[in-house]
């Protein structure tokens, strides 16, 4: 373990000289200023450590007006520079001499006999107790020695404490755990039992509680190693990817409308779907992220990588009239810095677009030069959200493929066997109307008009026909155009049409017309006399008479020879079937063809744009020639604009001799360069957090001087570098935590033990954080055994109240899903921005309008309605008792156990039992006494009951099922 | 004066809790202690209880009982400041900052923005101008929504006269806030940074023009906490038909914890979603599966001794109490026949004056500030139903009775003194006929320069026209007042300066008038 106790101790002082920057030890210049210094032996006490100690005193007193912004600071002096902080101001006084307390400015200052001249002043904020008096002093004492901010030192790999009397070390994240509690002088809670660690695992990596059978596995491992084994299938459960999806969906504020006023839909749910196939593939956070930063500038960059790219095309456009694109666009392009800033780097880079930040070392040109990087993409807030990727949805994916393989076997038969070559009919129009054709109706209504010519005769073939007419004369027709695969015609192929001639009324002339990209619609194929009415030439192709009015009364097939209506060569997008006057039908239309050409025809068809592709809006480089100049905004505003900016990172994460960072896969590569502390710090933070649910940092956005400092710094630097080392790869970070002492501990806690650490920032016992929106739905929906196991796909509409979605200049409506898509994970319901799915929003998920890396944590009384009343959550409670009694034989006991181990991994105490069977008992009869109420507490909404069921006992375990759905066990994590 | 009859006087007007008593309620995660009994299955409970060998104090048992369920005390973490863990408490919820003048808002948003010159800012130039090309300089470096052009000044087509002791001008459309003028305070010299509906309704609300930052509500209600622990502190009520452009972020808690977001109540069936029991579920069925919850939470507790799980016991209380006052809270049927007349409210059908009735019946019960929207205002003069001469006329008819009569009923019941009431739209509209595509309906492009709003209640100057825009009521000539200045305005009005009242988010200290606004002590009483 660690060789060196001592010179971890002094850490601080190591880093500082491994800095170059002179560092006074402990012990020297300390007796001279007495009152608390001098009362401690000097070897015992570090040094003040700048960063963790004097910086936040300066920042959250000092900075507003002595800070790095030039424009708010007072005198000339800032105290977040050594330089000046220690030179010597107007007055000839020095705010600071090192060394020298009683000749500092500072502490007359912060202590002055006249209260008026008090700093900070009153008014702008509290003086400063006497501890932080004593600090300063101490620290001047010491040598004023500066220090980078915690989190952008170089990250150094910590020695392992040594804990004497350590028991229950698993991992060495244990170790940096209890070295705390036992300077704390606090106990760690025991191991939870196995329920609880099931239920824990099952919630934190894959959102889900456990299934009966996934139960019993688990209990059924008798080994030591069952915990390690349950951990490994979770992390290789198609639910993990799902589960960290959702997470990072807040991160990346996906939603599936675009925002602002008109808040219209935006198809973006396959970079979703990627998401989740990112997150089981787990092919490092560094690779995740650079794809999703820059797919689009990886050297041969396929389609998924620029799917990715959808990641920051979820910044809101607005679409409503007499908006400024450039408005919106440059919007959407600070949402993308402050986003890159907030997710990767914990900066809290946002205040920096209007003025340098007052905090952290971000200037307003270091503002831009990330603003550069992102701000020459191709979108620009348009309406057809360009520039799109074309995405096949998997379904579509899989029929193509499908009947590819079956036309790939045609092809073999056809070469097997010369016979099966010979013609064959290729229909274009038999039943259906080819998808994604543009239909035109002329003279029969508005529709197709289909028939069966009930009591006339049957169809030719298939169901149906099409066509008609009446007495009334003049022409009539029905085409087809934009004919998503075109016919090409050889000269042995021959269009084909089957007519069925009115006995009673036949037309004057029947015409067949198709459109050319080269002819348009000069290619007519005439029946019966001249009408005229159809256009074209007499005589040429434009206007061929091939035969007279064909026989009424039976179905006749009409064969063209592409030849007279000069089509030979020709690719046909267009077909139309006309009549002037009478009564005539039409079915089953298409090209006779040689099989091979179909088969090729076909297949050639099949790699064009499918009308059921979604349009995926993502990142694209303008032009060279195009690309957008920064510049400064003043005041943020982007109507003022200032100087030119060069893309490039802020000043703080470079240093000499670095080379520019010039476009965003350079940034996204920097991020995740060796020499770059923040990005392992803040990521490693964020997994924590997941895990814990506080970060080690507590601010999960803001690792800067404002944000909190680390409770734990050297376990922070531990797991960041394990994370980096480990490939940045995810499953196995997670699964360090997870059979960790720590993460295993129980939750269990004592009024003493609380208020030694109210908010259980040393981890002494597992914290019990309230589950997420999505998981409390997706949990009721589980033990009722109504989840849908299904994977990605477009958003679902499950229920939601009428009216949530009267929305302004929107006539969207919220189309209430059925079938399984009523009970899908929570991450697949329809997001729209300005009206969040109700019970989500009640719990705290954020509106996605911009990254958020925290949901606060509620607990309002409005919560209780939505997992009490919400139809939703009674249809889920219904089918929770349904479900207990028909999967026990026996009484209530055994429905209690059932219900207990569905919903909690465990059985229920004597007491929790007897309660419950006490209250189903005297539900039962108060439903007795009432059997319509019984009937509706059963079966609204989930529907009827089972035959030979009693609604009176189904109500009153609906109502049990609907109590223990809203414990606090329930809503928690243990 | 006529008070009308209310069947659950008690609740009324309870006196607002003593400072120490709110600011430990601010800091605690639990409810109130409960109002006096429903039908508890008590006894039962403590027999169970008393089975499970539960080894709390007396204190904390009295408290697991529903006598007092204030869980610092319960989880024995002491005193006041204690903050149950993961409960995300922000820990500077504070007083007012000095004594309030107005203890609760009241606030009426016509969404669209009204005309002011068709309402009350008087400008006779307009009708000797009618017609004629309005002023090159006015359309210089200006950008519209929908005006293309030179376009024609628009006059009033409505008549203006003066009222009350103070003589304001009021037009012939608001015959009923013309008889309260001397109520009102009327600023005409407002002015914002938004000249589309979504930003303008931000901006004039949170004080940003983007999604994201805290309603003027949620700041109210995070700074001062509610007094009636029976109903949210932040209600919104809508008419109109639909949404205010802006949706919820118009009344959302932002970065505030989200206890503080509006509480959007329905103008039709369940004011609250989800607050009804669902079917074949009675009030004496829901009470007995909350107790069944309560006393296996009870248990969890004693075994966990987590104190969040005795805040949602005491949340799913506040939850059980608020389905009892949340209806008689909106049940119009316990109003006079007098008082419905007087706001012309049908209590069957949603509009604004059923919504203005509801708004008095929610400050009445000690919720802190109520935000209405009635949508329709938009009037571009595309059609009829957006235009000056039909849809302005009913949205005047449908909201000048009510809004007039919420200041008369306010008055009557000595709520007017110590409740601020706010009328504006989100901005104002221009002196020009829009005339989009040639339209012949007249109506008004949207204008950011100038609009006029008028306030009333505690602590205002009554009877005052405050401002003065130029004779086209393009420009503001005379004491400007930004949207800054009214939100400032307002706060200090509630005893909240608005310097002091922030939140600490990405590292930076928010507040509702962002880095500006001053309050306007000219309108001060």
Redesign the interface.
């Known amino acids: 373990m660690t060789t060196d106790r001592t010179k971890r101790r002094t850490r601080i002082p190591a880093l500082i000289t491994s800095l170059g920057i002179a560092v006074i030890v402990a012990g020297t210049g300390c007796g001279g200023q007495g009152n608390d210094a001098g009362k401690s032996a000097p070897k015992a006490v570090p040094p003040v450590d700048f960063a963790s100690e004097i910086r936040p005193i300066f920042a959250s007193r000092c900075f507003k007006c002595h800070g790095p912004d030039p424009e708010a600071r007072q005198a000339g002096l800032r105290f977040d520079v050594r330089e000046d902080a220690t030179a010597a101001l107007k007055s000839g006084a020095r705010a600071v001499v090192p060394g020298e307390p009683a000749a500092s400015e500072l502490l007359r200052r912060i202590r002055p006999s006249d209260p008026s001249k008090r700093m900070p002043p009153p008014g702008a904020g509290e003086g400063l107790t006497d501890d932080e008096t004593n600090l300063l002093r101490r620290w001047i004492a010491e040598g004023a020695p500066y220090g980078e901010h915690w989190s952008l030192r170089p990250l150094a790999r910590p020695a392992l404490p040594v804990v004497p009397g350590a028991t229950g070390i698993r991992d060495p994240i244990d170790l940096f755990i209890a070295e705390r509690l036992n300077a704390a002088g606090l106990a760690a809670a025991p191991e939870a039992g196995p329920e609880v660690l099931l239920r824990r695992a099952f919630l934190d990596l894959t959102g889900l509680p456990p299934t009966p059978e996934e139960t019993d596995a688990f209990f059924a491992d008798t080994s030591p190693a069952a915990f390690e084994r349950l951990v490994d299938r979770l992390l290789a459960s198609p639910r993990f990817g799902e589960h960290w999806a959702r997470w990072w969906s807040d991160l990346a504020r996906y939603a599936d409308t675009k925002?602002?006023?008109k808040?219209d839909r935006r198809t973006v749910w396959p970079w979703r779907d990627w998401v989740v196939r990112a997150f089981d593939a787990d092919a490092g956070f560094d690779r995740f992220a650079t794809l999703q930063l820059a797919g689009d500038l990886l050297p041969g960059a396929s389609d998924d990588d620029r799917l990715a790219t959808a990641f920051h095309r979820h910044t809101m456009t607005n679409d409503?009239?007499?908006?400024?694109d450039e408005e919106f666009r440059t919007?959407a392009v600070v949402d993308r810095v402050n986003t890159t800033g907030?997710i990767f780097l914990g900066l809290?880079v946002?205040?920096a677009q209007c003025h340098t930040h007052k905090?952290?070392p971000i200037t307003q040109t270091d503002y831009f030069r990330l603003f550069a990087l992102f701000n020459t993409t191709a979108d620009a807030d348009r309406e057809d959200d360009a520039p799109v990727l074309s995405v096949r949805p998997a379904p579509v994916a899989a029929r193509i493929a499908k009947r590819r393989e079956e036309l790939a076997a045609e092809s073999r038969a056809a070469a097997r066997d010369p016979g099966a070559a010979a013609a064959v009919d290729r229909p274009l129009l038999d039943d259906e109307l080819p998808r994604g054709a543009r239909v035109h109706v002329e003279g029969f209504g508005k529709t197709w008009p289909w028939t069966d010519l009930a009591g006339t005769s049957p169809p030719q073939s298939g169901r149906r026909s099409f066509g008609g007419g009446g007495a009334k004369a003049g022409p009539r027709q029905t085409y087809l155009t934009d004919l998503p695969e075109p016919i090409r015609v050889a000269a042995d192929d021959r269009l084909y049409v089957h007519v069925f001639v009115s006995a009673a009324a036949p037309p004057d002339e029947i015409v067949f017309q198709w459109f050319s990209a080269e002819d348009g619609w000069a290619h007519r194929a005439c029946f019966g006399r001249d009408t005229g009415a159809y256009g074209g030439q007499e005589g040429t192709a434009s206007r061929r008479r091939l035969g007279p009015m064909p026989e009424a009364g039976r179905w006749t097939r009409l064969e063209i020879d592409p030849a007279t209506v000069g089509l030979l060569g020709r690719t046909v997008t267009g077909w139309a079937f006309s009549q002037s006057g009478g009564e005539v039908w039409f079915d089953a239309a298409g090209l006779r063809t040689n099989a091979a050409r179909r088969i090729a025809a076909e297949l050639a068809n099949l790699d064009r744009p499918d009308p059921a592709d979604v349009r995926v809006p993502i990142l694209a480089e303008q032009p060279a020639a195009e690309r957008r100049k920064t510049h400064r905004f003043r005041r943020g505003s982007f109507l003022d604009p200032a100087e030119e900016v060069a893309p490039g990172l802020p000043a703080i994460l470079t240093k000499p001799g670095d080379a520019p960072v010039v476009d965003r896969l350079e940034l996204a590569r920097r991020l995740f360069a060796p020499d770059n502390p923040l990005t392992p710090r803040v990521l490693a933070n964020r997994f924590w957090e997941r895990m814990f649910?506080t970060g080690l940092v507590e601010t999960l956005?803001?690792f800067?001087v404002?944000?909190a400092p680390p409770s734990h710094p050297e376990l922070l630097d531990h797991l960041a570098i394990s994370f980096r080392e480990g490939g940045w790869r995810l499953k196995p970070f997670l699964r360090r935590i997870a059979l960790s002492a720590a993460y295993r501990r129980a939750?269990?806690?004592?009024?003493?033990a609380?208020?030694r650490d109210?908010?259980?920032r040393l981890y002494a016992r597992a914290?019990?954080?309230?589950l997420d929106a999505e998981q409390i739905r997706d949990q009721a929906l589980a033990v009722a055994g109504l989840l849908s196991p299904a994977i990605g796909g477009p958003p679902v509409f499950p229920p939601q109240?009428?009216?949530?979605w009267?929305?302004?200049?929107s006539n969207d409506d919220w189309r209430t899903s059925t079938g399984p898509d009523r009970y899908r994970r929570g991450l697949y319901t329809f997001f729209r921005?300005?009206?969040p799915y109700?019970a989500f929003?009640?719990f705290?998920a954020p509106?996605r309008?911009?990254c958020a890396s925290r949901r606060?944590?509620?607990?309002?009384?409005?919560?209780?309605?939505?997992t009490?009343?919400?139809?939703a959550f009674?249809e889920a409670a219904q089918a929770f008792a349904r479900r207990v009694i028909a999967e026990t034989r026996g009484g209530a006991d055994a429905r209690i156990l059932r219900a207990y181990r569905l919903l909690f991994q465990r059985a229920p105490?004597d007491?929790?039992a007897s309660?419950?069977a006490a209250?189903v008992a005297?539900?039962t009869a108060?439903f007795r006494a009432d059997p319509s109420?019984?009937?509706?507490?059963?079966t609204?909404p989930l529907g009827p009951l089972p035959a030979g069921s009693h609604a009176a006992e189904f109500?009153a375990w609906t109502?049990?099922a609907?109590?223990?759905l809203?414990?606090?066990?329930a809503?928690?994590r243990p | 004066m006529t008070h009308d009859h209310d069947d659950d006087d008690e609740q009324v007007r309870r006196p607002a809790a003593d400072r120490a008593d709110r600011a430990e309620h601010a800091d605690l995660a639990d409810g109130p202690p409960p109002p006096p009994g429903p039908n508890r299955t008590t006894a039962s409970r403590r027999a169970f209880l008393a089975s499970a060998g539960f080894s709390l104090g007396s204190a904390a048992l009295a408290s697991l009982l529903g006598c007092d369920v204030r869980s610092p005390s319960v989880a024995g973490t002491g005193g006041r400041g204690a903050v149950p863990a993961g409960t995300d408490r922000p820990s500077h919820l504070r007083s007012p900052h000095f004594p309030p003048r107005a203890k609760r808002v009241i606030y009426l948003h016509m969404a669209g923005s009204p005309p002011q010159q068709d309402l009350f800012d008087y400008k006779p130039k307009l009708n000797e101008l009618d017609g004629k090309p309005c002023p090159e300089e006015l359309i210089k470096k200006e950008r519209f929504a929908f005006i293309k052009g030179r376009p024609n000044i628009l006059g009033s087509p409505y008549a203006f006269a003066r009222h009350g002791a103070s003589g304001a001008y009021v037009s012939s459309l608001l015959p009923h806030t013309a008889r309260i003028v001397d109520d009102l305070t009327i600023v005409r010299s407002l002015h914002t940074d938004q000249f589309n509906h979504a930003p303008a309704e931000l901006f004039l609300h949170t004080g940003g023009n983007r999604p994201g930052r805290p309603a003027a509500g949620a700041w109210v209600a995070y700074g001062l906490g509610t007094e009636n622990r029976d109903l949210p502190a932040f209600v919104v009520l809508n008419s109109g038909g639909k949404n205010p452009s802006a949706g919820k972020s118009l009344w959302g808690s932002g970065f505030l914890p989200s206890e503080y977001q509006g509480c959007q109540c329905r103008s039709q069936g369940d004011p609250v979603l989800f607050a009804g029991d669902p079917p074949g579920v009675d009030r004496d069925a829901r009470r007995r599966t909350l107790d069944l919850s309560a006393d296996l939470n009870r248990a969890a507790f004693a075994a966990e001794g987590d104190p969040e799980i005795a805040a949602r016991i005491a949340q799913y209380e506040l939850a059980f109490r608020m389905q009892a006052s949340v209806p008689g809270a909106f049940d119009l049927a316990r109003e006079t026949p007098e008082t419905l007349a007087l706001y012309g409210a049908d209590p069957a059908r949603p509009s604004f004056a059923r919504n203005c009735l509801m708004a008095r019946r929610l400050v009445e019960r000690g919720v802190r500030f109520v935000q209405l929207f009635d949508h329709g205002w938009d009037v571009h003069g595309t059609s009829p139903g957006d235009d000056l001469m039909t849809q302005l006329k009913t949205k005047c008819a449908e909201t000048d009775r009510p809004a007039a009569a919420l200041i008369l009923d306010l008055k009557r019941r000595g709520l007017l003194e110590d409740t601020l009431v706010v009328w504006s739209g989100e901005f104002g509209r221009t002196p020009m006929n829009e005339a989009r595509d040639g339209s012949k309906y007249l109506g008004r492009d949207h204008h950011p320069h100038a609009f006029a709003i008028w306030m009333a209640g505690g602590g205002l100057k009554n009877g005052l026209v405050y401002g003065e825009t130029d004779e086209l009521g393009y420009r503001i000539v005379k004491q400007p007042v930004h949207v800054h200045d009214l939100q400032a305005t307002m706060l200090h009005l509630l005893g909240l300066d608005h310097e002091r009242l922030t939140y600490r988010f990405q590292g930076r200290d928010f507040r509702l008038t962002d880095v500006a606004g001053r309050v306007v002590k000219d309108l001060l009483a």
């Open positions: 925002g602002y006023e808040d409503e009239g007499g908006t400024d919007a907030e809290t946002a205040c905090y952290d649910g956005e803001d800067g404002q944000g939750a269990t806690t004592t009024p003493a609380l208020a109210p908010k259980n914290p019990r954080p309230r109240p009428a009216g949530v009267s929305i302004i200049y921005r300005t009206s109700p929003q009640l705290d509106p309008d911009v606060l944590r509620t607990n309002t009384p409005l919560q209780a309605y939505v009490l009343n919400d139809p009674v105490s007491l929790e309660r419950v209250f005297a539900e108060s109420r019984a009937v509706k507490a059963a609204d109500a109502l049990a609907s109590a223990l809203n414990l606090d066990e809503l928690t």
